[in-house]
Nanobody, 116 residues
Framework: QVQLVESGGGLVQPGGSLRLSCAAS????????MNWYRQAPGKERELVAA????????NYHDSVKGRFTISRDDAKNTVYLQMNSLKPEDTAVYFC?????????WGQGTQVTVSS
């Protein structure tokens, strides 16, 4: 059974940092492309960051470049999203996502709120 379990969300002040984690199981993690998406109220879900397998090249949404870093630990089947210099517009539910062969998997999401 495939599981993607996110953690690390919460309330943070503008300029602060959070680190999201996503623990995966039930598929071959090391071969999967791992992604973080987010969805703000009233907006469509958008791809924030992606990391490929075997070398881990990365891509970022323009709005988070230079502030967010995606990384993976294949030994722990975990993908991370380090978020620095957070802004109110980063407020959203953040979802972990895996592309494994022809399959796409989603986590349940974790809320990130940036507010003073």
């Amino acid at each position: 059974q495939v599981q993607l379990v996110e953690s690390g969300g919460g309330l943070v002040q503008p300029g602060g940092s959070l680190r999201l984690s996503c623990a995966a199981s039930g598929f071959t993690f090391a071969r999967a492309v791992m992604n973080w998406y987010r969805q703000a109220p009233g907006k469509e879900r958008e791809l924030v960051a992606a990391i490929r397998s075997a070398g881990g090249s990365t891509n970022y949404h323009d709005s988070v470049k230079g502030r967010f870093t995606i990384s993976r630990d294949d030994a722990k089947n975990t993908v991370y999203l380090q978020m620095n210099s957070l802004k109110p517009e980063d407020t959203a539910v953040y979802f972990c996502n895996a592309w494994s062969g022809w399959n796409v998997y989603w986590g349940q999401g974790t809320q990130v709120t940036v507010s003073s």
